[in-house]
């Protein structure tokens, strides 16, 4: 390299050109990965114009995960692209291990990349139980992890247990699009939520897409709040006959008579449909398709209340145990998920199973984390019901 002298005497650097920043922009990227989703990894370092990074993970004998980073990582940003399948447990510790690898091998960042993150579902406080994602994020932490990037949380909320920055990015306009381009007559359908606890996503479909809305109230099974345990046991009482305490004129305090009032029980109701379905596809959106049994029955009730068609659109595809098998024999036309989880075994299975390709998505992410720009436009008009 030539160095040039100003008018002082000074040395300066010569001037790059633009091909030069750009290969200096890429040069210290290295994208890495487990074993849960190699082809998604694959398609993110393609998109980014890159290799995929050295790194071989394997099991001993024992079941003990090794991991072995070949390519040297010190002062580079790492990027480690590992989603949630059905064997979660290894996928984490998979993840775990890298992140440390990177971090006592000197890496300037580690990022990692996590399409599905396990267990988000146990996010809040069961029975005896626990927050289990709560441990996983300070896990991530402690492992080296510098940030994290995930897709469509099972809530939002989750995103408070890192001490870290998380971007959950939205994969809601894939979806859209599918809707818009390859189910026919889309105008004649009508946003499904199968619980009450899909409306909100269900109804942020519904006002972009302009379509109705319709909400499938009650269900079959009881939840796991209504199960009897120890921990509902009553409290003895000296008299079992309930008396009515009288009112406290002065403070207007009524105080009860006998113990702690128990809840009332729940009652829930059968399987209804709040919205008009009669004559109209219907169209069925989540986060996540797993036990496809739920699925199946608010199809055949939307069936039974005169839907023609009956898509499902969801995120995540873990699509576990017999899933494959139920959701062929089902009366559901179409499963529309993304590729978040590898399912191409149950694709094999069940013909009716479409996949959408996000990578370039997170090769967005990525670049603009990298580059230090906003991402601001990937979150362009979202709203806190997406």
């Known amino acids: ?181 390859s189910i026919p007559d889309y105008r004649n359908s009508v946003i499904v939520a199968r619980n009450p606890g899909v409306a909100k996503k269900a109804n942020s479909y519904a006002e972009r897409l302009r379509l109705g809305l319709a909400v499938i109230h009650g269900e079959q099974k009881e939840a796991e709040s209504d199960e009897v345990d120890g921990r509902y046991s009553p409290p003895p009482t000296r008299n079992s006959t309930p008396q009515h305490a009288p009112m406290n004129s002065r403070t207007r305090t009524t105080s009860v008579s006998v113990g702690v009032p128990e809840h009332p029980v729940k009652v829930k109701p059968p399987l209804t449909i709040v919205g008009d379905v009669n004559g109209r596809i219907a169209i069925m959106v989540d986060d996540l398709i797993d036990d496809v049994q739920a699925f199946v029955a608010a199809a055949e009730m939307l069936k039974e209340n005169g839907a023609g068609k009956v898509y499902v659109l969801a995120t995540h595809g873990l699509l576990s145990s017999d899933a494959p098998r139920l959701l062929e024999e089902s009366v559901i036309d179409e499963v529309v998920v993304t590729n978040t989880i590898p399912h191409e075994i149950q694709k094999l299975q069940c013909q009716k199973i479409k996949t959408i390709d996000i990578s370039i998505l997170i090769a967005e992410a990525i670049r603009r984390i990298h580059n230090k720009e906003s991402m601001s436009y990937l979150f362009r008009n979202v709203t806190l019901e997406d």
């Open 1 to 181: 390299m030539l160095l040039q002298r100003n008018k002082l005497g000074s040395v300066r650097p010569p001037k790059r050109c633009r091909s030069d920043m750009d290969n200096t922009s890429t040069s210290d990227i290295v994208i890495i990965n487990g074993n849960s989703h190699p082809d998604l990894a694959n398609m993110v370092a393609e998109r980014m114009g890159i290799k995929n990074g050295g790194c071989s993970v394997f099991h001993k004998s024992n079941r003990e995960t090794i991991v072995e980073i070949s390519d040297s990582v010190r002062g580079k940003d790492i990027y480690i692209i590992q989603t949630g399948t059905k064997d979660a447990n290894n996928n984490i510790m998979e993840l775990l291990i890298m992140a440390y690898a990177c971090k006592t091998s000197s890496a300037r960042s580690i990022v990692g990349v996590i399409p599905y993150l396990p267990y988000s579902k146990q996010c809040k406080m069961r029975k005896r139980g626990c927050i289990v994602s709560k441990l996983l994020a300070k896990m991530m932490c402690t492992s080296g992890l510098t940030h994290i990037i995930t897709m469509d949380l099972h809530q939002k909320e989750i995103q408070g247990f890192f001490d870290i920055p998380v971007d959950n990015l939205r994969a809601s306009p894939f979806l859209l699009q599918y809707i818009q381009e």
